[in-house]
């Protein structure tokens, strides 16, 4: 039987699993920060840098204005409101009816 560091008997399975699930562990880790170095990298070359603080102004300013529904947006809502209305008094009917 293996020994492992506290001195216990561990199965050479479980051995084995530990260890590969550490070197995948470190393997995905490596890749981590390849991506990262690769990204940085590419990055480094690009010179954009929009100023996002007029956009973000517009955008909470118009965001407060009144804007109208789409068209056709309330004929459909009233479609609904109907349908749903008539559904309801065909269940109030039949509860009703119901011993």
Do not use: I, W
């Not at 492992?4 to 008997?9: K, L």
């Not at 890749?31 to 010179?47: N, W």
């Not at 517009?58 to 349908?83: E, I, L, N, V």
């Amino acid at each position: 039987h293996n020994r492992s560091m506290n001195g216990r008997a561990v199965p050479g399975g479980l051995r084995l699993y530990t260890q590969a699930t550490a070197r995948q562990a470190c393997r995905e880790e490596n890749a981590a920060v390849q991506e990262q170095h690769r990204l940085d990298k590419e990055m480094s070359g690009c010179t954009f840098r929009p100023n996002l603080r007029k956009s973000d102004k517009s955008f909470h300013a118009t965001s407060k204005t009144f804007r109208p529904s789409p068209r056709g947006a309330d004929a459909c809502a009233q479609r609904m409101r109907k349908a749903f209305a008539e559904k309801d008094s065909r269940r109030r009917f039949l509860e009703e009816r119901a011993p």
